[in-house]
């Protein structure tokens, strides 16, 4: 297996797990099918749709190759059909969605750089690309975002660490592609370690 | 009459009903004037900029020709000092709704295979063209969308079906300009039916 | 100083209120640094990269330079340490907010006539400039938009009342440099002036 064929099979199982994760919390709000699909398509494809949005990559990547549609379509039917299996499976699909949060954070920053962006801004869409898709579904869903929540584990943060190496490498010289599969690797690594050991981001304390 | 005079006036007829129908939840989530004006125009417009972004086709159509602002804003201002009597006609907005759904999603799909979107792509512009503004009037107001409600009527389905049909027939030679007009009215006639009958979708039972 | 250097003075102060009162509202809401961090870029950024789409100016100014990132960051990080001290100071935060709501409204009807759109459509990106997001910091902190409430002071209509007199001035001729000083000045009037007398938006009376 070629190193682009894996990208390329983590990417798609990274748009599998966050549609899932999409879909399962439709069906624990209530929503019917449609809200299902919507949601599992929001969450998987969000972020990479608003930042190729703003890099002016149009029509956005996620509508260029049918399987990016159709993979967040299948994680809503199975989804949809086996939630109580899925659900029992939670804790896998969190350690697929950090893979996801890995990949999605590296691949956007590249993309953002490859279209003359400046690093931080790159930073900044590599981020967005990762975590985007969730704010989305939870805005939808009516939720807080799990992502600003001081009872989540770290998500952003390392998402945020992996976009600055991949930034840091392209200015510097050093060899894009291992710093990215390193980075990959560390946000990985990171985001499973934050939610063994409940590694929550600071808040602001309000006096009361 | 010609057949596109007639298009455009149904165009502009939906956009009427769809911004009528934001101007209204505005009110009865008691905004004041400003509220009335963007939920007018977020319901008759969002979905097809949306659509518009994606493909590339800047600045979106609604933003080409003044009727296109005019209209919704004509909307919010006879919504707003003539409400009462709107809430009576309760019915017939969402018969013109009915008909705005079939239109748009039939023109949705059209436009993007225009802009030489694949066919999976084509149906889910189709469909948030004719069912996006909705939801971001619903996220606005801070409700769950009326979309994805269980207790809802059928909406997006009748949009994917018709959506699907244009796509078809743009694949398969048949004329383009008799199954759209086909599709339009099917989706107006399963629109009408599911609420005359009470159709649902389907959603997902949550084992307690 | 030169004019334009004033402008730019005036943008980056704007900007950096904008996204105090994001980072103040995460602050009230109990979300974490991340949530702080992204409600800040939301408010400061948000209505300037939608009015970018939609004029289809891509990457949105906000990716071109820098320091548009850099100001909401600062922003929040001093909101984060300082926001006791942050929050006496309220109504300065709302008079430089009154300043960048007059100037945002001006410099966004401007950028709209400069890139071809007609007159209605430069004024309503003018407010969206202007308003876009705050509206987007409130759907994001699960509030009711402050913009559409009735109990707040006038926000939009003076925006709209300043976006109107620049595209005016744009098609009859006059100075455009002399009205977009004058329109900035008088939303900021308006706007104070709201707040110190309780202007608020009329809305339409629902009957019980």
Chains 1, 2, 3 share one sequence.
Do not use: N
């Not at 549609?19 to 069906?27: D, K, N, Q, R, V």
């Not at 703003?54 to 967040?72: H, M, N, R, S």
């Not at 969730?134 to 992502?147: C, K, Q």
């Amino acid at each position: 297996m070629s190193a682009s064929a894996l990208v390329t099979a983590l990417e798609l199982a990274g748009l599998y797990v966050f549609a899932t994760s999409g879909a399962l919390l439709a069906i624990q709000k209530g929503f019917d099918v449609v809200g299902i699909l919507m949601l599992a398509m929001l969450t998987a494809l969000g972020g990479g749709i608003l930042r190729d949005l703003i890099i002016g990559d149009t029509p956005p990547a996620a509508f260029t190759e049918v399987i990016y549609l159709i993979i967040p379509l299948v994680a809503a039917v199975v989804t949809f059909f086996a939630h109580p299996l899925v659900q029992r499976l939670a804790f896998t699909v969190l350690v697929f969605d950090a893979a996801g949060l890995g990949l999605f954070c590296v691949t956007g920053t590249l993309k953002a750089l490859d279209f003359d962006l400046g690093p931080v801004q790159a930073v900044l869409l590599g981020i967005t690309t990762a975590v985007g898709g969730g704010v989305m579904r939870d805005i939808t869903a009516r939720e807080t975002p799990s992502l600003v929540r001081t009872d989540s584990e770290l998500y952003a943060i390392p998402a945020a660490i992996g976009a600055t190496l991949v930034a840091c490498a392209h200015y510097t010289g050093l060899s894009t592609i291992v710093v990215a599969t390193g980075a990959a690797i560390l946000v990985f690594a990171l985001r499973i370690t934050a939610m063994l050991r409940h590694w929550r981001a600071p808040y602001a304390r309000v006096r009361s």
